[in-house]
């Protein structure tokens, strides 16, 4: 399997946002939501002097993604294609799931439910319920896999101004996201309570890595209290609002 | 003056004599184009839209980009792969050209005033009614009070259109961008002065291994082509140093990050050129070759020493020396930014440019990999067809508006002597203005005074895309199309790999908005002026292109954008023949001596804040442009509204705390219109607070904009005039804070030093 990721140059980074405005262009993305976004940081002391930095963020499309355990729905046999080598794989898949190909965390949006309970799980906040739809659904990053499937890059890594954004494939031993995580010390933001393999790296100054994993690294287990409803639920909810639009 | 002004207007982008004109050479166009991407809808996102090429107008750098057109409305806009600068990158305000476009706020119809000015009450009228009503009143004005009695506020791409059109009618008043008077004014002439070319940031930072920053804040200034540069310069190992009273997102990277006290810039690059001259780290060669006044430099600059700076500007000794040497010891490729704002205090801030100008040519870093630069020059032709002449039998008044300003003509009318003239009726009445592509109640200092000026007017139109503050003042309100939605003029890039391209439109004009050429045409038209012949935009721009081989559809056949090759660095072995009055770059001012102005910089006090208050500074955020796009939904959303910076120490006495929300009162008792959340922060000086510019609208009409954040604009009114060419200050104004309705002192934590006097406020 290979596995998406991304590695985010924070000494190139200048905090421009013109990465969240690329992703919501070409989604349509719509306001107040992000797939992904910009938070700056500082300045602040930190051990290795100020630091005035920023947190450029998205889903991490996680190795264990807590969204996808919290998913309510029923899982059903999908079949997923390799488009290098051909190779299918079978794989039960909830409305969200973990693409056993590439390995991104991506919604069947025609089975989302729209009950929110991954987005509540999600330690990042990387995921929102789309309101403005008559029937919300849940959105998140996808690492553009649209562009992906067509040769392209994702939007966010296309627009970035200084090329802080590095994409590729990181089980790939040749590729640039590899060597930077696996040479270059690139990080992804975990803590101790909060490890479930995130794929977005960052790479940084010491004081500006120290100042965003103080911010941003996530310490609630938020999955943990998340009680999704039960499909039962959630069809009735569905029904009675179908009853209340008639 | 052996330079002549009208010499210097002709000649300021271009360094003359020592580049060869550019002509494209045939080959030049065989490179493949861009295959046309197929239409083909279906496609997810952005994929399958028919690319048009264009020009970003989101803020004036002017990347060159693609508007992404499906169903015939632009989906997404991306940098134009072709551009040498950006390629296929765009920030995030270009981006959000798209919410421009389809802002439900824009202005729809010509309109006329129907409530009281500055309420924004208007009624539809036809485009006839609109024109016919302005051409009236032009011709009316001009009879009654003369020519200059019609002055012009303009900024952007459009500016040029409607320039010739208050040229034509006579007026001396007609060239007043607020770009230079509030802007880029004193580091234009310094350079100029210098160098006889107007700098444009012209820096090569990306082969430079030092770059030394005087307030530049790139990255939450996101000119997208400098910041590429400065970052690339880094990646390739230089080092940064960064004099700002802030800890900037450019001083988060930095080697050595200067927190100068405001106003004091000038003392510190004194003392660096005497260190440098004393210590003989500067490159003889090159100043013996290629400047002139080096002696006199040398006698001037002896006073100010290292020690003195250091008191002077609140900075270690260690870490003023550690730079300078710094510099010196990977001279002449260091990158010395001119910076671009630089009506700071009104007084001195021509010198601090210099001072700039004058440290770079000490190291030779001239036209070498890593330092500035000159432009390369390309011969566009002359299309005549916008070009109007002023009237032969108008004469220029007795007192011109610029008499005070021995270098203002090189801009036109200082701004701040358009609205003195217009309130007090002296040297002569101002009875008409015209206002395009700028909101001059969020740019000129002292709104208030510009409000009185508004009102005294017989007659204003404003040339607008949205109803900005300064538009609801407008009698008759015009809506311009915007840049996705019209041609402008050829825009010839003289950076490393010059290049041409044209903005033309991407999607048809939404609702009755006209093109800026289409409307200067119109009134060209009406006024009896003989100029504006050619039929349409498409024929002014193929005859710009045509002496250097190019037709708008050749251009379009290569991308819409053609790269030449630029000539950026001098050979070490020849002397540079640059445009001043020696054809030297001159350390000793000629032109400033002859107008009894210092020709070699002095160290000049500014007046330092009064016990109790701290300085207002501002400065940019990287998704807004000045005060133009906060209206719009994207950026809106993502920078809604700006925080007060403050520093950690002071806030702590104030008994104030991150987040808070308070009320920024100046010493003349203007207060902010809201209340303003407070960024406490170790990253600012203890005298100085920081506001990011443009935000808190005062126009209703803006529904996203209105009452949205903290002006600083309407907390500037006191400023002071540049005295080489009337430029008005913008950070000499001092504020305190209200917490909970209770006026709080900003406690001093840093002494001024006794040669710093302070400013006093007037009891009344």
């Known amino acids: ?246 | 003056m052996k330079l002549s002004r009208r010499h210097f207007l002709e000649n300021a982008g271009i360094a003359a004599a020592a580049l060869a004109a550019w002509k494209i050479p045939k080959g030049v166009l065989a490179s493949p184009a861009p295959a046309a991407s197929k239409v083909a809808t279906g496609l997810p996102g952005s994929m399958g839209a028919k690319d048009v090429p264009s020009v970003c107008e989101m803020c004036f750098w002017r990347c060159p980009i693609i508007g992404k057109v499906k169903n015939g409305r632009i989906v997404k806009i991306e940098g134009n792969p072709k551009s040498p600068t950006n390629g296929h990158r765009v920030c995030a305000r270009g981006n959000s050209g798209i919410q421009l476009i389809y802002d439900p706020d824009r202005l729809k119809y010509p309109m006329k005033r129907v409530g009281e000015r500055g309420e924004g009450k208007w009624a539809r009228i036809s485009w006839k009614e609109a024109l016919d009503e302005i051409a009236y009143n032009m011709e009316k004005t001009r009879k009654k009070y003369g020519p200059s009695s019609l002055a012009l506020f303009d900024h952007g791409a459009s500016a040029g259109f409607y320039r010739q059109i208050f040229k034509g009618m006579g007026t001396e008043n007609y060239t007043n961008e607020p770009a230079f008077f509030q802007c880029m004014g004193a580091v234009s002439l310094a350079y100029v002065m210098t160098y006889g070319y107007k700098i444009a940031e012209r820096v090569d930072m990306s082969h430079s291994k030092v770059m030394l920053f005087f307030g530049t804040h790139l990255g939450e200034n996101a000119h997208l082509g400098q910041v590429r540069e400065y970052i690339a310069g880094l990646q390739n190992g230089a080092k940064l140093i960064v004099a700002d009273p802030r800890f900037s997102a450019p001083s988060n990277k930095a080697d050595i990050w200067l927190p100068i006290r405001p106003g004091t810039d000038t003392a510190l690059l004194l003392a660096w050129i005497n260190y440098v001259i004393q210590n003989d780290l500067y490159d003889k060669e090159f100043i013996q070759r290629n400047c002139k006044g080096f002696n006199e430099l040398k006698e001037g600059v002896k006073g100010y020493s290292m020690e003195w700076a250091a008191r002077i500007c609140d900075l270690k000794l260690h870490d003023i020396k550690k730079a300078i040497d710094m510099l010196a010891a990977s001279r002449p490729h260091i990158a010395i930014h001119s910076g671009r704002h630089s009506a700071w205090y009104g007084r001195g801030d021509v010198q601090r440019h210099r001072c700039l100008a004058i440290l770079t040519a000490l190291f030779g870093a001239v036209a070498v990999p890593g330092g500035i630069y000159f432009p390369t020059s390309i011969d566009l032709g002359e299309s005549d067809c916008v070009e109007c002449d002023a009237p032969e039998d108008v004469e220029e008044p007795d007192t011109s508006l610029k008499d005070n300003y021995p270098f203002a003509s090189y801009f036109g009318s200082p701004t701040a002597e358009i609205i003195k003239a217009t309130r007090t009726g002296k040297p002569y009445p101002i009875k008409l203005w015209g206002i395009g592509g700028v909101n001059i109640l969020h740019t000129i200092p002292n709104p208030y005074e510009t409000m009185d000026a508004l009102r005294k007017l017989d007659f204003v139109f404003s040339i607008e895309i949205l109803p900005t503050e300064s538009a609801t003042w407008a009698d008759i309100v015009l809506p311009e199309a915007n840049y996705l939605e019209r041609y402008d003029k050829v825009y010839v890039n003289h950076d490393l790999t010059p290049y041409v391209t044209v903005r033309q439109p991407v999607v048809k004009p939404l609702f009755e908005a006209k093109s800026p050429f289409w409307i200067a045409k119109e009134m060209a038209k009406r006024l009896k002026l003989d100029c504006f012949h050619c039929k349409n935009e498409e024929e002014y721009l193929d005859e710009e292109l045509e002496d250097i081989d190019l037709s708008l559809a050749k251009l379009n056949k290569e991308g819409g954008l053609v790269r030449l090759k630029g000539h950026p660095y001098r050979d070490p072995n020849k002397p540079i023949k640059v445009n001043t009055d020696s054809g030297k770059i001159e350390l000793f001012s000629g032109s400033f001596d002859d107008e009894d102005m210092d020709p070699i910089p002095k160290f000049e006090p500014i007046l330092a804040p009064p016990k109790g208050y701290a300085r207002l500074v501002y400065g940019r955020v990287p998704t807004h442009t000045f005060s133009r796009t906060m209206n719009n939904l994207w950026l809106h959303n993502e920078c809604p509204e700006p925080m007060l910076w403050l520093n950690e120490e002071v806030a702590k006495k104030m008994g104030i705390k991150y987040g808070d929300r308070v009320v920024i009162v100046n010493q003349d008792a203007y207060r902010s219109a809201n209340l303003v959340k407070v960024k406490v922060t170790p990253g600012i000086r203890p005298d100085t607070v920081y506001l990011p510019h443009g935000f808190g609208s005062r126009s209703p009409l803006l529904t996203k904009a209105y009452k949205q954040g903290v002006s600083d604009q309407f907390l500037i009114t006191r400023y002071v005039q540049d005295p080489f060419f009337g430029g008005s200050s913008h950070r000499t104004d001092f504020v305190k804070l209200i917490k909970d309705g209770k006026t709080l002192d900003i406690p001093e934590l840093r002494p001024v030093p006794p040669e710093i006097p302070r400013f006093e406020i007037k009891k009344v």
């Open chain 1, 1 to 246: 399997m290979s596995q998406y990721a991304m590695v985010i140059d924070l000494n190139r980074c200048v905090g421009c946002h013109a990465c969240a405005l690329a992703c919501r262009a070409e989604w349509n993305v719509p306001v107040p939501y992000h797939r992904n976004w910009v938070e700056d940081l500082g300045p602040e002391e930190t051990s290795e002097g100020l630091s005035y930095t920023f947190f450029p963020a998205m889903c991490n499309h996680c190795d264990h993604p807590v969204c996808v355990e919290v998913c309510p729905t029923e899982p059903i046999e999908k079949e997923f294609r390799d488009p290098k080598t051909g190779k299918t794989i079978k794989m039960a898949a909830k409305a969200t799931y973990k693409n056993p190909i590439n390995g991104l965390v991506l919604i069947d949006k025609d089975r989302c439910l729209g009950c929110g309970a991954c987005v509540d799980a999600c330690p990042y906040g990387a995921r929102y319920l789309d309101d403005t739809l008559d029937e919300p659904k849940a959105d998140k990053c996808t690492f553009c896999i649209e562009r992906l499937e067509r040769g392209e890059v994702p939007a966010c890594v296309k627009t970035c101004p200084v090329d802080a954004r590095i994409f590729g494939d990181i089980t790939d031993k040749d590729s640039e996201v590899h060597k930077l995580v696996h040479k270059k010390g690139a990080k992804s933001l975990t803590s101790k309570e909060v490890d479930i393999g995130p794929n977005v790296y960052y790479l940084g100054k010491k004081k500006d890595i120290e100042l965003l994993f103080r911010k941003c690294a996530p310490h609630k287990r938020t999955w943990e209290s998340v009680k999704a409803p039960s499909r039962r639920d959630v069809l009735v909810a569905a029904v009675k609002k179908i009853r209340d639009k008639v």
